[in-house]
Nanobody, 114 residues
Framework: QVQLLESGGGLVQAGGSLRLSCAASRSLFSSSTVGWYRQAPGKQRELVARISRLGTTNYSDSVKGRFTISRDNAKNTVYLQMNSLKSEDTAVYYC????????WGQGTQVTVSS
């Protein structure tokens, strides 16, 4: 069983930045797509950003130009750099390792105060 550990969440003022990390217990990021999802209270979980095994990145329209996903295969870690944070970015952020796997982390809370 693979464990994913997210970290880096916290409380930040609007306009600020945070960097989330997702560390895997073994090497698999280079062989799968990794995504960051988020879920705000009362809302469905949504995809924020993802990076394919080839390094192709995709972002939701709501974060495009503000968030950057990156990967360090040597450290088995995927990052989400979040800049210009808005109150609507407040959510629990989850890391997911997708096909051919389906692993989820426990989530990390991001709270943006306006």
């Amino acid at each position: 069983q693979v464990q994913l550990l997210e970290s880096g969440g916290g409380l930040v003022q609007a306009g600020g930045s945070l960097r989330l990390s997702c560390a895997a217990s073994r090497s698999l990021f280079s062989s799968s797509t990794v995504g960051w999802y988020r879920q705000a209270p009362g809302k469905q979980r949504e995809l924020v950003a993802r990076i394919s095994r080839l390094g192709t990145t995709n972002y939701s329209d709501s974060v495009k130009g503000r968030f950057t996903i990156s990967r360090d295969n040597a450290k088995n870690t995927v990052y989400l750099q979040m800049n210009s944070l808005k109150s609507e970015d407040t959510a629990v952020y989850y890391c997911n390792v997708g096909y051919p796997f389906d692993y989820w982390g426990q989530g990390t809370q991001v709270t943006v105060s306006s």
